[in-house]
């Protein structure tokens, strides 16, 4: 999805930036009626260098080792899948939907995986450069 209209539509959901560089940290606060406290729930997109943004579901959280009630948990799980079905559009797949056991859905889908893995570097590049390679999977 393209990274502004990506933007526009999280903070037309009441989400609000309040970090970026190529992640964008996103942030909701859920107000708690029983305990009149507000929890802040975030969430984070990542913008590739083709100009392809992602919201990384399975980061979304609350602030560690802070209690969170149930009712804010279950008002921010309502909360990402509105999102998630927002992302997805109106002929997009829901996670049940979707066959999570391949990396691409289709040809498109194949070439753009294709074209973000040729810029990628090897193990051996990133350790020439101090850095730390991904964990063999």
């Known amino acids: 999805m393209d990274k502004n209209m990506l933007h526009r539509q999280l903070t037309d959901q009441g989400l609000e930036r309040v970090d970026y560089t190529e ?10 009626e029983a305990t009149a406290a507000s929890y802040p729930l975030t969430l984070t997109t990542f913008t590739s260098e083709h100009g392809n943004t992602t919201v990384h579901f399975h980061e979304a959280g609350f602030p560690e080792n802070r209690f969170v009630p149930l009712e804010v948990r279950r008002a921010a799980l ?13 002929s997009g797949k829901t996670l049940e939907e979707a066959n999570n056991s391949s990396m691409a859905q289709d040809l498109d ?12 570097k090897t193990n051996s590049e990133l350790i020439e450069k101090n850095l730390i390679p991904d964990p063999i999977q």
Do not use: F, T, W
């Open 78 to 90: 309502d909360k990402l899948i509105e999102i998630e079905r927002l992302c997805n559009g109106p």
């Open 109 to 120: 889908e194949i070439k753009k995986l294709g074209n973000e893995m040729k810029h990628m």
């Open 23 to 32: 992640k964008a940290v996103y942030q909701y606060n859920i107000y708690s």
